[in-house]
């Protein structure tokens, strides 16, 4: 009889199965959870032992019918529950799930074998339905209680998102609060240092704005609405309100002329948030005494190239290696999300494209922007 076999041999197959994780573990022996395989070789015998005695009503409630269509949680069910959970919590995979239950199979089928041991169809049939339906229930559970674990990170990073947000959000509009209280009672001038932290608030929370709306479009894997357009307009447009963020934080700004009949086939609003995010960060880690930023498009083979340049204090190759990680901050200015690089890689890849950084010449760093080249007819310009 089976249910003998597996009492007689229940310590030697328990100690199989824990080689086998072993093994799995790179020869790290790991301890057994409680509803584990040694639950489920108990309940296994007790299913036996109830179709031994030619109660079948005890056999389902121990281990439930085939195919898991009991109507009411079976003793293996409920036990193949809690283990599913148990092992994510301890950080196993989906695959160890599977395979625990299997090695307790192998492990029987081997001693069997080597014993000379001769197990019926009935009983092989039985103990195929305990372990499709353990299977069946600890993966369930694990998915499930995985599912929950990623919906719990996804609104712990929404909340620090949107708290962020709103911290930004409040100081720039006390600053441009304040400014503009000072100004209309006629104390300062619209053209002193009052109006500049206006016009600073502003600025801020325009790209605040911005940076938001390029991250909901790209989290939420919204198509990219890609039509061509002239890269010279396209430049234009971004140098009209990098010139303002230019003045407003003292810093000398240069656009380079670019081949009217260069064209780029993408989504204008994704790239001039992802461009725009390249200059708000180069104007920030520029010094403030003697601080340039530099833009420039141009063809490269078959490629278009738009690299935005500062000549500030640069970035250390392991600084480079993280730089384009969601809520990764380097250099002494802090503040910020630390997301806009972030959103500006995903916002170019959406396009086709890439972003990549690598240290100046002399000081400071380049982002590189490659996309595929487009060409103009001739006398002919596309506009958003």
């Known amino acids: 009889m089976l249910h003998e076999f597996l009492l007689a041999n229940r310590r030697a197959l328990i100690d199989r199965c824990r080689t086998k994780v ?212 396209f430049i234009a447009e971004i140098r009209l309100s990098a010139t303002l963020d230019a003045q407003v934080k003292g810093c000398a700004f240069t656009v380079s002329a670019v081949d009217r009949s260069l064209a780029i086939d993408a989504d204008r609003d994704l790239m001039l948030a992802a461009v725009g995010n390249l200059l708000q960060n180069a104007f920030k880690f520029s010094p403030p005494i003697g601080g340039v930023v530099g833009l420039e498009a141009r063809a490269s083979g078959n490629r278009i190239l738009i690299e935005v340049q500062d000549n500030g204090e640069g970035l250390s190759e392991d600084a480079m290696l993280t730089l384009f990680q969601p809520f990764t901050q380097v250099g002494k200015d802090r503040s910020g999300m630390g997301l806009g690089l972030s959103i500006s890689r995903r916002s170019v890849e959406a396009n086709d494209g890439t972003l990549s950084v690598r240290k100046a010449p002399v000081a400071g760093c380049i982002f590189t922007i490659e996309m595929p080249r487009h060409t103009l007819p001739a006398g002919a310009s596309i506009h958003s």
Do not use: W
């Open 22 to 233: 072993s093994l799995r573990s790179d020869g790290v022996a790991s301890e057994e959870l409680p509803h584990g395989v040694t639950v489920f070789l108990d309940q296994l015998i007790e299913t036996l032992m109830a179709e031994q005695a030619a109660d079948p009503l005890r056999s389902q409630q121990i281990s439930g019918l085939s195919g898991g269509l009991s109507l009411a949680p079976s003793e293996i069910s409920d036990a193949a529950t809690r283990y599913g959970k148990e092992l994510i919590g301890s950080g196993f995979t989906i695959e160890e799930v599977v395979h625990n239950y299997g090695d307790l199979c192998q492990a029987i089928s081997d001693l069997a074998l080597e014993t000379g041991t001769e197990v019926r169809a009935d009983e092989f049939r039985s103990l195929s339905r305990c372990l499709d339906n353990a299977i069946a229930n600890a993966v369930t559970e694990y998915i499930h209680q995985r599912d929950l674990l990623a919906e719990t990170k996804q609104a712990h990073a929404l909340n620090e998102r949107l708290g962020v947000f709103a911290h930004e959000l409040r100081n720039l509009l006390f600053a441009a609060k304040l400014a503009t209280r000072a100004i209309k009672a006629g104390n300062v001038g619209v053209d002193g240092a009052t109006a500049g932290v206006l016009d600073r608030s502003l600025a801020g929370m325009s790209h605040l704005i911005d940076r938001s709306l390029a991250e909901v479009r790209v989290t939420a894997g919204i198509a990219a609405q890609r039509h061509p357009f002239s890269l010279v307009d």
